[in-house]
């Protein structure tokens, strides 16, 4: 196994250790299982912790591990300071962060300010009356003189976002699941309590959160009808997407509310924030959530997470939003994730899936900004195939058969070809099956060879690390034919090319420069580096190459 390259002897090392840094996320109930529960847990992100570092990643994030009744999966807490028991304990949690810390990797947990669950402390004192000390904690409502709900407002998942609730007498705000009300972070205790709930983590030593959701925190007071998108109805899967979000999320107050997250954050120095900014028009809150080092280091959107196909034109549209800018916060990237279906599969038409794989990592690790890899990426793995029957993500059974949903991206991680399960439970059943072909996948199988997908994700890691310019450097898009996407990494020690046909088809292209090029890493297998780069790019493939003179 690869040695792992520690963050003493990294570019990111030091208090913005975030800046450039490669996060790889762990979707604990499906990495690995230790109790035979079927269900992976913080133990098993403990034994994996050697594998990961060995990949040459500078810190993981964690999904939730929290309290939950587990009806979204950890994402709905019931205790913001307490961990499940199906996955483990305190014990257990503190040695993650130990042996993290000891491997040279930081350690990201998800919070989630948006909703809680309805089993929470906090939503059972709410919904006694309106007069408790607790009633204006989460968003409610009375209905309409006909009974109806307040607004128009549909949940992610489908349906009405109000729910009635017969002890207040009330409607409640719920934009996911019914069973997750959302808080009301207009105000300031709701905004207090949070903010103790992320003191508890970071005094138990995380380095930083990734913050689900965020701008679904706050709705407008007004409960005004959002507005219908106009997207036809052969276009629908759910009801959500035919209004345009206009007063349930985005409002114009969540950045004060980072401000005062920044100010929690900025009393342990060294710590990084990023969030994820769903919808439409992702951009102008990206930047406002990030702006001027005052409220949060980072964020990411669905430009790749959602795309249908990867094309030049949809990379383009994104970095060039994202060139550095005086004021400009600092993006993140993922393609991949436990919310979408993985890429290989998205991105391949179902052929290829091998060299799409390393295309797609040459790409991510190429961005300006913070690559995200999700765990099995590495392996490239591609979306699981879960039958109706197994399903157990809401949002797959609610929009089935319409969408690929959730569920194929979070089966259990292949480790071991021939043990049950692939190696991830010696249970007898897991939460969730795991595809038998993915076993070929196994880091068991890949371990030893050379020209596997974990391989050459730990050569282009090594290669990254070595080079300032892909880590921190600047960024300039270069003029391309429509089907290709090249930039320059620029960096005081050495400026990178970086080129990518992201056509089914070879096209001619050289840089409008003069330069002695020399490829470095290349998505195609068997490439090896010190080799001149070429005019021909075949089909669907990239390179990065040094410039000299």
Known sequence: ??????????????????????????????????????????????????????????????????????????????????????????????????????????????????????????????????????????????????????????????????????????????????????????????????????????????????????????????????????????????????????????????????????????????????????????LEEMKAFTEGGKRLDSAYNFDFLYAEQLTAEVVRNSLQHWQGTPEEGWPSWAFSNHDAPRAITRWSNGEDSAQIARLNMLLLCALRGNPIIYQGEELGLPQGFVAFEDLQDPEAITNWPHTLGRDGARTPLPWDAKAPHAGFSNANQTWLKLDPAHATYAVSEQAGDPQSMTSYTRRLLAQRTALPAMVRGSIELLDTPAEVVAFIRKHPSGDVLCAFNLSDGVVEWQPPFDCNCAVIVASEQGVGTGRTISTSMSRRSGYWATLAG
């Open 1 to 282: 196994m690869a040695t792992a390259i520690t963050a003493a002897n990294s570019p990111v090392a030091g208090e913005e250790w975030w800046r450039g840094a490669v996060i790889y996320q762990i979707y604990p109930r499906s990495f690995r299982d230790t109790n035979g529960n079927g269900i992976g847990d913080l133990r098993g992100i403990v034994e994996g912790l050697d594998y990961i570092a060995s990949l040459g990643v500078d810190g993981i994030w964690i999904s939730p591990f929290f309290t939950s009744p587990m009806k979204d999966f950890g994402y709905d807490v019931a205790d913001y300071c307490g961990i499940d028991p199906s996955f483990g304990d305190f014990d257990d949690f503190d040695a993650i962060v130990a042996k993290a810390h000891k491997l040279g990797l930081k350690v990201i947990i998800d919070q989630v300010y948006s909703h809680t669950s309805d089993e929470h402390a906090w939503f059972k004192e709410s919904r006694q009356d309106r007069t408790n000390p607790k009633a204006d904690w989460y968003v409610w409502a009375d209905p309409k003189p006909d009974g109806s709900p307040p607004s128009n407002w549909q949940s992610v998942f489908g349906g009405s976002a109000w729910q009635w609730d017969g002890p207040r007498r009330q409607y409640y705000l719920h934009n996911f699941l019914t069973s997750q009300p959302d808080l009301n972070v207009h105000n300031r205790d709701v905004q207090d309590a949070l903010l103790e709930a992320a003191r508890f983590w970071l005094d138990r030593g995380v380095d930083g959160f990734r913050l689900d959701a965020l701008n679904f925190s706050m709705h407008d007071p007004e409960l005004r009808d959002n507005p219908p998108s106009g997207i036809p109805i052969e276009q629908v899967t759910r009801p959500f997407d035919m209004q345009i979000r206009k007063y349930n999320q985005s409002h114009a107050d969540i950045p004060a509310f980072l401000e005062r997250i920044r100010a929690v954050i900025d009393e342990y120095p060294g710590r990084f924030t990023v969030a994820e900014v769903g919808g439409p028009e992702p």
